[in-house]
């Protein structure tokens, strides 16, 4: 088990979406309390009506070592980061917030959440693009290709591309696709399909 940790600063990605009323109000849910989870019908529990204890214990773990995990890595002057590469798409719609429905669910394993189309942003289908973000101070490059989740590590001519600039730490004259680069141009061919994401 993940012992408790100090109340320390963390890093807080840039909006990324949000857990809505039917009335597109803001709720005030911590993400950060397993029991909240449990108690709002979200994920898992939205269909099974509560938690079993090793699903709680499991929870608290996994949202401790988030909480751990955005506490390292806040910028610090002292430390000389190494190139940082962030392989990314915006290719495609990706769900990003849940709203809770007009009507409550009546049947079983019905979860009271819907995740409307109006309200996904730019993204690789899993990941929306704003959420990519490095905690500021970081130094990063980012390198676009059309893309969803599942595949982003299947394009391996960027891959090498990247690799081959990290280590001879400067940018090629002129970026294009299978080379690195931090313009869009490299997403244009060769990336997922819409029918790729239905499948």
């Known amino acids: 088990m993940v012992p408790p940790e100090e109340d320390t600063a963390e890093y807080s990605a840039p909006f990324t979406g949000g857990i809505y009323d039917a009335n597109l109000c803001k709720l005030d849910i911590d993400l950060s309390d397993a029991q909240q989870w449990v108690d709002n019908g979200l994920s898992i529990f939205g269909?099974?009506?509560?938690?079993?204890?090793?699903?709680?214990?499991?929870?608290r773990n996994a949202l401790?070592?988030?909480?751990?995990?955005?506490?390292?890595?806040?910028?610090?002057?002292?430390?000389k980061y190494p190139p940082i590469a962030c392989l990314v798409s915006d290719?495609?719609?990706?769900?990003?917030?849940?709203?809770?429905?007009?009507?409550?669910?009546?049947?079983?394993?019905?979860t009271k959440w819907?995740?409307?189309?109006?309200?996904?942003?730019?993204g690789d289908g899993r990941?929306?693009?704003?959420?990519?973000?490095l905690p500021p101070g970081i130094p990063g490059k980012f390198y676009?290709?059309?893309?969803?989740?599942?595949?982003?590590?299947?394009?391996?001519?960027?891959?090498?591309?990247?690799?081959?600039?990290q280590l001879r730490d400067s940018p090629p004259e002129e970026p294009?696709?299978?080379e690195p680069c931090t313009t869009r141009q490299a997403r244009d061919e060769g990336g997922d399909t819409e029918e790729e994401e239905e499948e």
Do not use: W
């Not at 269909?47 to 929870?59: D, F, V, Y």
């Not at 719609?93 to 007009?102: E, F, H, I, L, R």
């Open 176 to 178: 294009c696709r299978g």
């Open 47 to 59: 269909h099974q009506g509560g938690a079993t204890p090793e699903q709680l214990t499991h929870l």
């Open 144 to 165: 676009y290709v059309k893309s969803l989740h599942e595949n982003l590590l299947k394009h391996t001519e960027v891959l090498e591309s990247i690799l081959a600039e």
């Open 114 to 122: 819907d995740f409307p189309d109006k309200l996904q942003l730019p």
């Open 91 to 110: 290719s495609f719609p990706t769900k990003t917030s849940a709203v809770m429905k007009a009507n409550p669910p009546v049947k079983k394993g019905e």
């Open 64 to 79: 401790a070592r988030a909480r751990a995990f955005r506490r390292q890595i806040l910028f610090e002057p002292s430390v």
């Open 127 to 133: 990941v929306p693009v704003c959420g990519t973000q």
